[in-house]
């Protein structure tokens, strides 16, 4: 409507831009049904590292999908969309298994202790068969429950924290490991979280972006990171894309990184290939 009061010619701008969205949106569902079968959706990996040893001690399965017309498109247009269609459940299980998979093949070859970290959606957590998927995909695999960490937004486990506390707690009693992510991006205090069982937290990048200019963040990330040890959680800062960034974080007592600064998410014997260990500087 208000479009419209503005003249025809916006209008039509408008008019030409919601089309060409709606039908992107159309074609990614539609193709998204078959992607899985086609072998089109395959996982991207980024190491998180350990500011002890500067070691990298554990990779976070990322999905991308190579789609044969569009490119390839990123998981935050198409999981929302798979969230929409139903499609996240089987999208979901294919990557864990997948990604399970490769990760007890590569420590076997290589003789690494590397954790795997796996996102799950707000639907995932809904589903009642999660912690029998979960539990098949690390027996077929080999993988050992306490080399899986799986990794729940703030924003989901906030939507129903009773509910996401019993998911939590039965997928706990199967040996993996459990953290928060995007963590400041939602409404959560560390009150409630304390009543989840969760071994990490992991700090939302927005955070980490801005850090060497502003004052108030370093107060802020500080006072997560105190009250994060406090509560016996684990931190890591995602979004590292400076050597600065990193000293800062080292300075602060944040135990884990993730970002560019290391690494962007790279197919597995690509990340492998390199030392797994921080850049030097
Ligand atoms: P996330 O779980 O917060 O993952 C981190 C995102 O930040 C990734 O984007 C990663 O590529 C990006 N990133 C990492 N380091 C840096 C950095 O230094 N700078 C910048 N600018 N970005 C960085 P990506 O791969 O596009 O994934 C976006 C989101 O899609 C993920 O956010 C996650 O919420 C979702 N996602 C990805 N894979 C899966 C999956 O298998 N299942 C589910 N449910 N969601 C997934
Ligand atoms: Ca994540
Ligand atoms: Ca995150
Ligand atoms: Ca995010």
Known sequence: YRAKTRGGGRHAFFDVELRKRVQRHMDLEQDLRHAVGRGQLWVAYQPVADLRTDRT????????WRHPVHGPISPAEFIPVAEETNLINSIGAHMLRSATHQLAVERERHH????????????QLDDPGLPGLVESALADSG???????????????????AAAARVLETLREL???LAIDDFGTGYSSLAQIRRLPLDTLKIDRSFITDLSESNELRVI??????MAHAIGLDVVAEGVETAHQLAQL???????????????????????????RLPAG
């Open 175 to 177: 040996g993996v490991s």
């Open 250 to 276: 080292r300075t602060i007592g944040c135990d884990h990184v993730q970002g560019y600064y290391l690494s962007r998410p790279v197919p597995l014997d690509e990340l492998l290939s390199s030392p797994l």
């Open 57 to 64: 001690v554990a990779v976070e399965g990322l999905l991308r």
């Open 143 to 161: 993988l050992p429950a306490r080399a899986l960490c799986l990794e729940i937004t703030e924003e989901a486990i906030m939507q129903d924290p």
């Open 112 to 123: 690494i202790d590397l954790m795997l970290n796996a996102n799950l959606s707000p639907r």
């Open 221 to 226: 990330v500080t006072s997560i990171v105190t």
